[in-house]
């Protein structure tokens, strides 16, 4: 996960630790799906999980349901106890695609000695880049199909200015680690799905 490239001998196995991050509508958990099928590794979705406990009804969902609503972060040390054990654990099986997570600089830094200690450190980060006006379309027409209550005009907005603020500095974060990839998320899924695995093929040889 998470601070810098720690690397495990590739020639004894094939897993592979990849972060998704970028801005709310840039098509984090659509790449996740597909990277995953096509390199057969784990997708862990922090927005999901955390959505199937507000749905759920259960003591940490009624806990994030507020922030959730408001489009502000969940508090590190939920979101940690939340995600790092399946983080780990995929790890040492075949590697994870994790999206919606680190979201600030901070939960990067609490989560790397972890990562260091279980060799679940990332491999390569993918940033998905794209143009405001383009995120909150995709973000409104995303929910009128699903649904989603945390996805309104208001919350957007919001979630777009917490992701400016909190997030958005894990760029130059892993830029400065040498682990940074910046695809185009503008595109159309497939040329953003080429241009992913493009990158990762850089990494791997």
């Known amino acids: ?101 680190p979201r600030s600089v901070d939960q990067a830094v609490e989560a790397k000695a972890l990562a260091d200690q279980a060799g679940a450190a990332p491999d390569a980060v993918i940033y998905l880049d794209a143009p405001r006006d383009e995120l909150v379309r995709r973000i409104l027409a995303r929910a009128a199909i699903e649904g989603r209550p945390d996805d309104n005009p208001e919350t957007v907005h919001k979630r777009l200015q917490v992701f400016d603020e909190a997030t958005r500095p894990l760029v130059d974060y892993y830029r400065e680690r040498g682990l940074l990839h910046v695809v185009d998320a503008s595109k159309g899924e497939d040329e953003v799905t080429e241009d992913i695995l493009a990158a990762l093929a850089k990494v791997s040889s």
């Open 1 to 101: 996960m998470w601070g810098f490239a720690f690397r495990r001998a590739r020639c004894q196995c094939d897993a592979m630790n990849v972060l998704l991050i970028g801005p709310p509508g840039s098509g984090k958990g659509t790449q996740g799906e597909r990277l995953a099928q096509r390199l057969g590794l784990e997708h862990i979705a922090a927005g999901d999980l955390l959505r199937a406990e507000v749905e759920a009804d259960t003591p940490l969902g009624r806990q994030v349901a507020d922030y959730m609503r408001r489009g502000e972060l969940v508090p590190d040390d939920v979101i940690m106890k939340l995600l790092l054990p399946k983080v780990l654990a995929a790890a040492q099986r075949n590697g994870y695609l994790l999206d919606g997570f």
